[in-house]
């Protein structure tokens, strides 16, 4: 399983930016898809994830600026952010929840990353 980020970038403050993520390989079913961010000297956190069927879940820190949006269809997840701010810059990763095959467990797969800088 393979999970390819794109649309990382600079942007002033008050612009906008938006991610997408294609997962690929051999994969039988999704479950959560998600956005993960981690800033120089800090731990990785939670930006926003949806689970298959259900509503979206966000970090506090981007509710009302950024919106998750997934298709399943294509094993797609997007993040359109808006309202960017100086500390939102770090570098953002796609995570999804995989099954590779019928009656495997679920595993975690990441993306490899893209640089999200916004300058004040």
């Known amino acids: 399983v393979r999970l390819v980020e794109s649309g990382g970038g600079l942007v002033q403050a008050g612009g906008s930016l938006r991610l997408s993520c294609e997962a690929s390989?051999?994969?039988?079913?999704?479950?959560?898809m998600g956005w993960y961010r981690q800033a120089p000297g800090k731990q990785r956190e939670l930006v926003a994830t949806?689970?298959?069927?259900?509503?979206?879940n966000y970090a506090d820190s981007v509710k009302g600026r950024f919106t998750i949006s997934r298709d399943n269809a294509k094993n797609t997840v997007d993040l359109q952010m808006n309202s960017l701010k100086p500390e939102d810059t770090a570098v953002y990763y796609c995570?999804?929840?995989?099954?590779?095959?019928?009656?495997?467990?679920?595993?975690?797969?990441w993306g490899q990353g893209t640089q999200v800088t916004v300058s004040s």
């Open positions: 949806v689970a298959s069927g259900s509503t979206p």
């Open positions: 995570q999804a929840t995989v099954k590779v095959r019928w009656g495997m467990p679920s595993y975690n797969y």
């Open positions: 390989g051999s994969i039988f079913s999704i479950n959560t």
